[in-house]
């Protein structure tokens, strides 16, 4: 399978997307020929114009791609699409990062957020597939309920907050919860 959203390396930075229906030169009823994907590039991750914008190419199965040949780190992006002579911009399904609010996808060399040891700390050992127990919450949901005891509700600090508890009932709320759960 490729790889979806911004791909950045210093010398270069792919952007793949999944859009279909939306050929060149197909229609389902706007005009045809006017379908495309392009890039917009930006500094900041919420305001100001685009400092550049680049076409992408379809490829089969309605994938678009294109490349800049340069070092976009910490740039931040969104797609404009232009379908059936509408156009309206979003933000990258697949991006990896994120600009205030989710308003721009951003550009970044995820290896730099790594903590120490990242890469070669050694996974636990799985035996077996059906051990495996995932965990997945969104930020807001586990943080923001005013008894949460959270003081950074909705922010990702407030999932390094320990001895958190619920004042009505003295119950463990977000990470000591969760460790509670057997995390």
């Given amino acids: ?23 060149p030169g ?6 045809p020929g006017e379908n495309s994907l392009e890039v917009l590039l930006y500094d900041k991750g919420t305001e100001g114009n685009p400092v550049s914008v680049i076409t992408m190419q379809h ?17 931040y992006y969104v797609y404009r699409i232009k379908r059936d002579g509408i156009t309206k ?18 550009i970044a060399d995820l290896a730099e957020t790594d903590p120490p040891g990242f890469r070669t700390h050694p996974a636990p050992p799985l035996t077996r597939a059906v051990d495996a127990v995932i965990y997945e919450t969104h930020l807001r949901d586990i943080s923001m309920h005013p008894h949460s005891g959270i003081k950074n509700r909705g922010k990702y600090a407030a999932l390094t907050e320990r001895g958190t508890v619920n004042p009505e009932n ?10 509670e759960l057997g995390a």
Wanted: proline fraction near 4%; aromatic fraction near 8%; charged fraction near 25%.
């Fill in 89 to 106: 911009t979003a933000v990258d399904p697949y991006a990896k990062a994120l600009g205030v609010n989710g308003l721009r996808g951003m």
């Fill in 26 to 31: 197909e229609s389902s009823g706007g005009d």
């Fill in 1 to 23: 399978m490729k790889e979806l959203g911004a791909i950045y390396s210093p010398e270069k930075t792919s952007f793949r997307v999944w859009s279909p229906g939306g050929n």
């Fill in 59 to 75: 490829e089969s199965d309605g994938f678009w791609a294109a490349e800049i040949k340069k070092d976009l780190k910490n740039k």
């Fill in 170 to 179: 003295g119950l463990s709320t977000g990470l000591d919860h969760i460790v």
